[in-house]
């Protein structure tokens, strides 16, 4: 499972490795991280400076993925949680540098060549990377299915995916000695 920009990273493995990758399932990500004439759904370069100048705040504040979530930008104990987990993993110059290395990320060209099951997820109204990105993927891997979550909180950690992991499934069982069914998904499509 890839999420966020594991997405793609895990998109490259199942191409590289398919006799090492059962199955593959995309939670929130995306093909490009910054927008192009045919990828309308990436971050413009207005957006991306403006993140990168604000990473040294967040980092400070816990503003930057609860930035989107609202809720929790409220939630003054979740933001001062948030602030020292960010600071615990990073410091602000490497995050910014994590974040430069990750706006080259762009794998529209190894998508139709994705030869493994794969599963789609993305919230609706996710705020972090526009639902359009889950649908370009679902669109140009061949075969993929792609299901949708109405949530629309953006957090860490595995409260992000409980409301998409009630519907996964699997449609077929493996076969003796085999690869494993593909993943799919229950519930409605958008």
């Known amino acids: 499972m890839g999420i966020s920009e594991g997405g793609p990273l895990s998109i490259v493995f199942a191409c590289t490795y398919p006799e090492r990758t059962l199955a593959l399932i995309a939670y929130g990500s995306y093909a490009r991280w910054l927008a192009d004439v045919d990828y309308p759904w990436g971050r413009s370069p207005e957006e991306f400076a403006s993140f990168l100048a604000g990473i040294e705040r967040a980092w400070n504040t816990g503003e930057w993925w609860i930035q989107h979530n609202p809720s929790a930008l409220a939630d003054e104990r979740y933001r001062s949680w948030w602030a020292r987990y960010l600071r615990a993993s990073a410091s602000p110059g490497m ?15 190894v998508l139709p060549g ?32 792609w299901s949708s979550c109405l949530a629309s909180i953006t957090c860490p950690g595995s409260a992000m995916l409980r409301p998409c992991c009630g519907k996964l499934s699997c449609s077929s069982p493996a076969p003796a000695g085999g690869r494993g069914g593909r993943p799919s998904a229950s519930g409605p499509r958008r």
């Open 114 to 145: 994705v030869p493994v099951p794969t599963l789609i997820l993305h919230r609706t109204k996710e705020q972090w990377f526009d639902v359009g990105n889950a649908r370009y993927l679902a669109r140009r891997i061949p075969g993929a299915s």
């Open 95 to 109: 995050a910014a540098a994590l974040v430069k290395m990750n706006s080259q990320i762009d794998i529209r060209d």
